[in-house]
C-alpha cells in the first residue's frame, strides 16, 4: 500500500493564519524529545550543530515525534552534502542548514537536497526510511516536494545577501540566528543589543520582500514579543536544555537558600 508523508515545514508555514512557535531538542534524549513533541508546540528544532545529536540519535527522534501533531525540523551540523544527504535519508523532511551567509552558500545547500540533474544528493531511497524504503510512490520524482530547506542566516555578510539569499530558488524559507550574528558584529552574547536587532529587522524586511518566511530564535520572551509583533513568521523561543537548567537552578535559589541556615545549625 502506497504510504503519503506529512506535509512539510514549508507547507505548514503557508497554511498558518499566524506564526508558528517553536523550541529546540539539544540533549540527545528520545524521551526528553517526546515530552517536547507532545507540548502543544508547533515545530521542534532537533539540533547536530551545538549538541550531543548523532545521526542515530536523531533517527529515534524522529519516530517518537510522529506520533505527535508537532511538525520535527533537524539542523544540519554544516552546509555539508554528505550530512544533508544521511539526514535526509532517515527521514527527515525539513531541513536548517546553518551559517549561510552568500547565494553560493545557498545554492550548494538547495543542491545538497535535490537528486540529480536538479542537485548532488546520492540516490538511496531502497535504503532509507525516507521513501520509507521505497513504499512512498514517487519519492524520486517528487523528493523535492517532501523536503523544505530552511537556510539560517548568522553573520553580517548574510544580512548583507539577505534578500539574494532568500530569492534563491530552493530556499522555503531563512531562519535568523541572533546569537552568532551578535559575535559576528562584534557584540558577542548580547543578542538584544539595538544593533543586532535592528540587522535582525534588516533580514526580516529583505525576506519578505522576496517573498519567502522569515523566522528567529529568540529565548527572551520580550524579544520573541517585539519579533512576532515585528512580522516574524516562525519563532523558536526555547530549548530543552535550557529549560532545565533554569529550571532547576529555581528550585536551588527556592529551597536550598531557605533551608541553607537550618542545616548550618546542625
Given at each position: ?64 515525534a510522529a506520533a505527535y501533531p508537532i511538525t520535527p525540523v533537524v539542523r544540519a551540523p554544516s552546509n555539508d552534502t554528505v550530512a544533508i544527504k544521511q539526514i535526509l535519508d532517515l527521514g527527515a523532511q525539513n531541513l536548517i542548514v546553518p551559517m549561510v551567509s ?98 535582525v529587522e534588516r533580514v526580516f524586511a529583505a525576506v519578505k520582500a522576496a517573498g519567502k518566511p522569515v523566522g528567529v530564535n529568540a529565548f527572551d520572551p520580550v524579544a520573541a514579543d517585539a519579533y512576532l509583533a515585528g512580522g516574524a513568521d516562525f519563532v523558536a ?30
Amino acid at each position: 500500500m502506497p504510504l503519503h508523508l506529512d506535509p512539510s515545514f514549508r507547507e505548514q508555514l503557508a497554511s498558518s493564519d499566524r506564526a508558528l512557535i517553536g523550541m529546540w531538542a539539544c540533549s540527545g534524549s528520545a524521551l526528553v524529545t517526546e515530552v517536547a513533541a507532545g507540548s502543544g508546540l508547533d515545530w521542534l528544532l532537533i539540533d547536530m550543530e551545538h549538541s550531543a545529536n548523532t545521526l542515530e540519535s536523531v533517527l529515534v527522534q524522529l519516530q517518537v515525534a510522529a506520533a505527535y501533531p508537532i511538525t520535527p525540523v533537524v539542523r544540519a551540523p554544516s552546509n555539508d552534502t554528505v550530512a544533508i544527504k544521511q539526514i535526509l535519508d532517515l527521514g527527515a523532511q525539513n531541513l536548517i542548514v546553518p551559517m549561510v551567509s552568500s547565494v553560493d552558500e545557498a545554492r550548494a545547500a538547495v543542491s545538497a537536497t535535490r537528486y540529480p540533474p536538479e542537485g548532488v544528493r546520492g540516490v538511496g531511497s531502497a535504503l532509507a526510511r525516507s521513501a520509507r524504503w521505497n513504499r512512498v510512490d514517487g519519492y524520486l520524482q517528487e523528493s523535492a516536494r517532501h523536503t523544505s530547506l530552511t537556510v539560517q542566516i548568522e553573520t553580517e555578510a548574510g544580512v548583507a545577501a539577505a534578500a539574494e539569499i532568500a530569492a534563491v530558488d530552493g530556499v522555503d524559507a531563512v531562519f535568523v540566528g541572533p546569537s552568532d550574528l551578535s559575535a559576528s558584529m562584534g557584540l558577542l552574547g548580547r543578542q538584544t543589543h539595538p544593533d543586532v536587532v535592528a540587522a535582525v529587522e534588516r533580514v526580516f524586511a529583505a525576506v519578505k520582500a522576496a517573498g519567502k518566511p522569515v523566522g528567529v530564535n529568540a529565548f527572551d520572551p520580550v524579544a520573541a514579543d517585539a519579533y512576532l509583533a515585528g512580522g516574524a513568521d516562525f519563532v523558536a523561543v526555547g530549548a530543552d536544555v535550557a529549560l532545565l537548567a533554569r529550571a532547576s537552578e529555581a528550585l536551588a535559589a527556592r529551597f536550598i537558600a531557605t533551608e541553607a541556615p537550618e542545616r548550618a545549625s546542625y
